[in-house]
Structure formats: C-alpha cells, structure tokens
C-alpha cells in the first residue's frame, strides 16, 4: 500500500542546528529517498510563496499565503511504498523534521 508521509516543520528549523547536525538531517533525508520504499517526494518552497485557492459562487478566489494560520507548515512530502501502518511510521520515524520540533503525517493513498 503507498502513503503519504506530509511533513509538518516550524519554517527555518535547519537554520538553528549546527552545520554537522544540519548536514546529518541533509544525510536523512537522501538516505530516506534512497530506500528502494521511496516512490517520490518533494521539498515545498517557503510558506510565504503559498496562494490558496477558493471557488465560491462560481468565482476563483486566489488569496497569498497558506490556508492555515499555525505555528508548523507544509514542509514536504514523501510517498512510499509500505506493507501496513506499521512499517510506514518506521519510515515516518526516519524524517529529520518529525525529531526536530516537527511532525509527520501518516496517511494511506487512494488509488483511483
């Protein structure tokens, strides 16, 4: 079954780490992507690049900024390949923002 690991992080939260412990996270992260569970991701640009998107009265309301005011934001996402709820949180366990103040949501993906 693929999930979605959505990655939660408080903006800037590599720029407080030394430049060892920043290079490890970076070291996760592509280690992550390199396990033949990986089928793709992506790191997000920062939050203030963000436009939110309604349809109201069959009018497109485009607004700057993300949807939600909280103190984390969307940082990325990964999808991976992982045979139950288990072993997609081992895999959710490994991204450097869920042990440095973020968190990872796991989430099964709906095949259409």
Known sequence: MQYALIIYEEPGY?????????????????????DPRYAGGAQLQ??????TVRVAGGRTLPTDGPFA????????????EAADLDEAIELAARVPAARLGGVVEVRPVMRF
């Open 14 to 34: 590599l720029d407080g780490l030394t430049e060892e412990d920043r290079e490890a996270a970076y070291a996760d992260y592509r280690a992550l992507a390199e």
């Open 46 to 51: 920062p939050v203030e690049t963000a436009t």
């Open 69 to 80: 005011d909280t103190k984390e934001v969307l940082g990325g996402f990964c999808l991976v």
